[in-house]
């Protein structure tokens, strides 16, 4: 329940709810709430950054802005539902679900959408990672951050031409990387010495690391110290409508009884993740978000940490990756349109595991991987590989939220924009290819 003091809060005509306790919610909450918009975070979870900010990968990647509805993934997805092991996968059943998303999904893979998409996001992920390390060193927060750069390691001639035509589309907007044979890989990343199949690497200097889930922990705490209030353990069922506005959430009652119903009244941001589109469902909204279920596998590396890779690694065609984590290692990868299922199936640990030992067979054999954290999250993915941040369309109701494989990298940037829109200020970079609005549009 509210105490006294945020009761009168909840009273106010401007307070701002925030449904999500994920890296969009808690960098939304401590952006509203810095410029002294009342504000309440609620999240179901007890404690917030629980779902899929949780053990992500840790990559500030403004290098991988590109949507992973790429050219050609029509035929991997159809190749996808006979191969269990596969890196993106579709299964069978999902397919009811994925009806309209998974249309758009597909018309967006064209060429001149998925270039156009690249450049928006590389934007989004180049303005948020800057303000992140600024938020950092701003509030003097502690997450594990570094800046060591990204390694993203090429296996072909094919592979390689593909990445520098990204890359050079996105040097001309700001992206500084470098091309690097197999010799000068080895020479910047000698850890590397015993991989199999790498033809050398791009390297791209500007791209961070951090752990989600601590920064979201600590900046939560400044947010309150703001006077910020969360709600946490509070799951929110609907959202309160009048006269065709939002004005409120409901929230579920522990009790389970109807005329019990608790109500707090204030505009809404939807953070929910992939929660989001059930919120919004009822007021017609369809959001084109679904979930793309991803692993993460975190081991000890405190013994390893003079021979333990020094960058982010990072095979796109895998859709796998290695962050070196404080002094723990982190792989992640995998991308499962499998519903809502958050199972962790050892078979896809196994999987990951097996991607290590053949890049970095030596330290393979020095890690403890009996005792290294499985963990399963859900990629809320928008079907063009766009966030959706600012006016809902809906009076009262705002959104932050389809941030698919980035969401750490865009989160303190996204935050910034919906704050700047919400209280009619210009963006400080252009956040048309963002607008919700459009979003719905275009899947019409
Ligand atoms: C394996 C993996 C690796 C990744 N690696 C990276 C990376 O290296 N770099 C990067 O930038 N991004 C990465 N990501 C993506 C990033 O983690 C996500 O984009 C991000 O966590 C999404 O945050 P969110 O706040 O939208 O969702 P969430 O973190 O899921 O937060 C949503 C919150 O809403 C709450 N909620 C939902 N419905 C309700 C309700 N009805 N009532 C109350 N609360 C509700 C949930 O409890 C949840 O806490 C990775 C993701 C995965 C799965």
């Keep these: 329940m509210l105490n006294v003091a945020q009761m009168k809060a909840s009273m106010t005509a401007d307070l701002t709810i925030i449904i999500g306790g ?14 002294d918009m009342p504000c309440v975070l609620i999240d179901a979870e007890p404690q917030v950054a629980r779902r899929t900010s949780y053990a992500n ?5 403004p290098s991988l802005p590109d949507p992973w509805n790429n050219p ?9 539902l006979f191969n269990p092991n596969a890196p993106m996968k579709l299964h069978a059943g999902q397919l009811p679900h994925l009806i309209g998303w998974g249309f758009s999904f597909l018309r967006h893979s064209a060429r001149r959408h998925y270039d156009a998409i690249t450049k928006a996001n590389f934007d989004l992920a180049e303005y948020s990672t800057r303000q992140t390390e600024a938020l950092q060193q701003f509030l003097n927060l502690d997450y594990a951050q570094a800046a060591p750069g990204t390694l993203k390691l090429l296996r072909s001639e094919a592979e390689r031409q593909e990445a520098l035509r990204l890359a050079d589309m996105l040097a001309a907007k700001g992206l500084d990387y470098e ?3 197999h010799a000068d890989m080895l ?3 000698p850890s590397l010495a015993a991989a199999k199949d790498i033809i050398g690497a791009l390297y791209f200097p500007g791209d961070g690391i951090g752990d989600a889930r601590l920064f979201c922990e600590s900046l939560a705490q400044a947010a309150v110290a703001r006077g910020g209030i969360m709600r946490l ?20 009652n522990p009790n389970g009884r109807q005329q019990d119903e608790e109500q707090i009244r204030g505009k809404v ?3 929910a993740g992939v929660g989001a589109p059930q919120l919004a469902r009822p007021l017609g909204l369809n959001l084109p978000i679904r979930p793309a279920k991803g692993y993460s596998l975190t081991l000890d590396a405190r013994h390893l940490v003079a021979v333990r890779p020094q960058h982010l690694l990072v095979d796109p065609m895998q859709h796998i990756a290695i962050t070196p984590l404080g002094d723990r290692l982190r792989i992640l990868g995998m991308a499962e349109f499998a519903g809502f299922d958050t199972r962790v199936e050892p078979r896809r640990l196994r999987q990951l595991r097996g991607f290590f030992e053949r890049l970095l067979p030596d330290l393979a054999g020095r890690l403890d991987w009996q005792g290294g954290a499985g963990w399963a999250g859900l990629r809320p993915m928008s079907a063009d590989g766009r966030p959706l941040i600012g006016a809902s369309g809906v009076d009262g109701l705002w959104l932050n939220c389809g941030h698919g494989h980035l969401g750490w990298t865009k989160s303190v940037g996204s935050a910034r924009i919906l704050a700047d829109i919400m209280q009619g200020r210009a963006p400080e970079i252009e956040a048309a290819p963002f607008s919700p609005d459009a979003a719905l549009r275009r899947l019409r």
């Excluded at 994920?22 to 810095?34: N, P």
């Design 22 to 35: 994920g890296l969009l919610g808690v960098t939304s909450f401590y952006e509203l709430t810095a410029r």
């Design 57 to 61: 990968g840790g990559g500030l990647h």
């Design 72 to 80: 050609g993934i029509g035929r991997h997805l159809f190749a996808s």
């Design 179 to 181: 091309a690097l044979s």
């Design 187 to 189: 020479a910047r990343e």
């Design 233 to 252: 353990g509070t799951k929110v069922k609907g959202l309160l409508v009048e006269g065709g506005a939002v004005v409120g959430v409901r929230l579920v």
């Design 269 to 271: 941001v939807l953070a």
